[in-house]
């Protein structure tokens, strides 16, 4: 993890109201549902429209407000990797 990183990614299945301690530090964070192994959820909360940091890189962005705690996913994250749908075509000259 990088100290920018605003989600962690569940190394295994985790379960609603597990406390999760992101370092030796008092930051913690408690689970709001459950979290398939491979998803990431929130460490803080994210607001809409702010970048998602995952390992030092913003791999997203949030389309609505996280909660800290809460499942971080397609349902509330656009992907800023891979879209080649949102590339515009140049206009012809």
């Not at 890189?57 to 349902?75: L, S």
Request: charged share 25%.
């Amino acid at each position: 993890m990088h100290p920018a990183d605003n989600v962690a990614t569940a190394l295994d299945s985790l379960t609603a109201g597990t406390e999760i301690q992101r370092n030796e530090s008092i930051q913690s964070v408690t689970l709001k549902s459950n979290i398939p192994f491979g998803h990431k959820f929130a460490l803080v909360a994210i607001r809409k429209g702010s970048p998602i940091h995952k390992y030092g890189e913003v791999i997203g962005e949030a389309t609505v407000d996280v909660a800290a705690g809460e499942h971080v996913h397609v349902h509330n994250v656009d992907s800023l990797r891979g879209r080649g749908d949102l590339h515009k075509e140049e206009p012809n000259e």
